[in-house]
């Protein structure tokens, strides 16, 4: 992607802008070019020079913005490094300071993300210094369902009030040929922290007030999506994003990737069957044919991330894909071992909390609440 694609509009724009400048300084000349009214050239000549003079002032204003924010995006910095709580901070001081501004026009895109399977791409990039993601979608390039399911996950982030646990949206720019959506940028996704962790140290494990928070984070933003009639459709470890900290330990998970997302109303019931098979609750892989499914499909996807986080393997894996669903059909859920069981005692805990979500029946699933209250104690 070229630079000059994402400037684009906004230079298109400043172009319109000097024109108008331009527009009044010519009609002054056109108004005032007669030499039988030397009142007129002398009044033409103070106008040019104000003009003159309200440009430069113009490009002062501009200089000492840029000053400005430079100032308090290292202010912000300094408070976050007080407070140790990056996200919180940094959003408290915004509130707090309205006159801080973003340049869209300087936006830089550097490396590209692993690529998921909805025909977008993710990049890295800086929005005037700021670190964000970008998630681009080439019109060319995909069919109309990729780019409805695209033009859908925006609208929805767009209009969803902000959450900790849920991806951050910060803008999108539209083009004839690519849309791109702008986020607050994470770490990694918990498949790529899970591999990465295991790859390196053979002895991880998740301790205990880790999964509990983890847990925790995936069930208020689930819990923050139910309240706002979403369902998320596509809960898996490679949806959670992840902030790490010095260490690269998780400091916070938010849910994200929300092409496949959904409002359901009473009577606009969910019965498309979509999303990753080893993650689906049996009653959305015979949606359509058999009725429909509620909220508590994505309690389920919520059970089987619980068993990569409890187990750092993924849910059946080995098996052949195509047997995947039918054993789902019949309730069969990967089993954890004793041994997974033993790293800590309160993984019995969590190991009986994934069971109860990937409940075969849905009714029999914990709900959020239940949910949020045990891991509340197992965090205790
Ligand atoms: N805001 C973000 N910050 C960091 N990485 C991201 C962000 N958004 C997406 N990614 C990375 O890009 C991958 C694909 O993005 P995702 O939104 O899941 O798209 P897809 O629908 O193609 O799966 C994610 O798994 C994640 O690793
Ligand atoms: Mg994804």
């Not at 790293?343 to 609440?369: N, W």
Request: proline share 4%.
């Amino acid at each position: 992607m070229s630079k000059t694609d994402i400037f684009g509009t906004a230079k298109r724009r400043d172009k319109r802008e000097g024109s108008r400048t331009y527009s009044v300084s010519s009609s002054v000349s056109s108004s005032t070019s007669d030499p039988d009214h030397p009142d007129l050239e002398k009044k033409k000549q103070d106008l040019m020079a104000e003009v003159a003079a309200l440009e430069k002032k113009k490009e002062d204003l501009k200089r000492k913005q840029k000053k400005l924010d430079r100032e308090i995006k290292k202010r912000a910095g300094e408070i976050h490094a007080l407070e140790g709580d990056s996200a919180g901070s940094q959003i408290s001081f915004l509130k707090k300071n309205p006159t801080c501004r973003v340049d869209l026009d300087n936006i830089e895109i550097s490396k590209k993300l692993p690529v998921g399977a909805s025909g977008t791409i993710v990049y890295t990039c800086t929005v005037d210094g700021w670190n964000c993601a970008v998630k681009e979608l080439s019109r060319e390039k995909v069919d109309e369902g990729t780019e409805m399911a695209f033009e859908s996950e925006i609208s929805l982030l767009e209009h969803l009030p902000t959450h900790p646990n849920i991806c951050k949206y910060l803008f999108h720019i539209r083009d004839e040929k690519t849309v791109r959506l702008f986020m607050t940028r994470y770490d990694a996704n918990m498949d790529m922290f899970v591999s990465f962790k295991t790859q390196h140290d053979p002895s991880f494990f998740f301790e205990k007030q880790i999964l509990a928070r983890c847990s925790l984070d995936i069930v208020k933003g689930l819990e923050f999506l139910h309240s706002k009639k979403i369902m998320h459709r596509d809960l898996k470890p490679g949806n959670i994003f992840v902030q790490l900290g010095q260490r690269d330990e998780i400091l916070k998970c938010v849910i994200g990737d929300f092409d496949t997302a959904k409002k359901v109303s009473v009577k606009n019931k969910a019965v498309t069957i979509i999303g990753t098979p080893a993650f689906m609750a049996p009653e959305v892989l015979t949606a359509g044919e058999h009725g429909s499914y509620d909220f508590s499909a994505d309690v389920y996807s919520f059970g089987m991330i619980l068993y990569v986080m409890i187990t750092l393997r993924q849910p059946f894996q080995g098996d052949r894909p195509y047997l995947i669903p039918d054993q789902i059909l019949k309730g069969k859920i990967p089993e954890i071992s004793a041994q997974q069981l033993a790293v800590d005692p309160s993984y019995e805990g969590f190991g009986a909390m994934y069971k109860q979500c990937c409940a075969r029946i849905a009714p029999d699933r914990p709900s959020l609440v239940q949910l949020k209250a045990v891991l509340a104690q197992l965090l205790a």
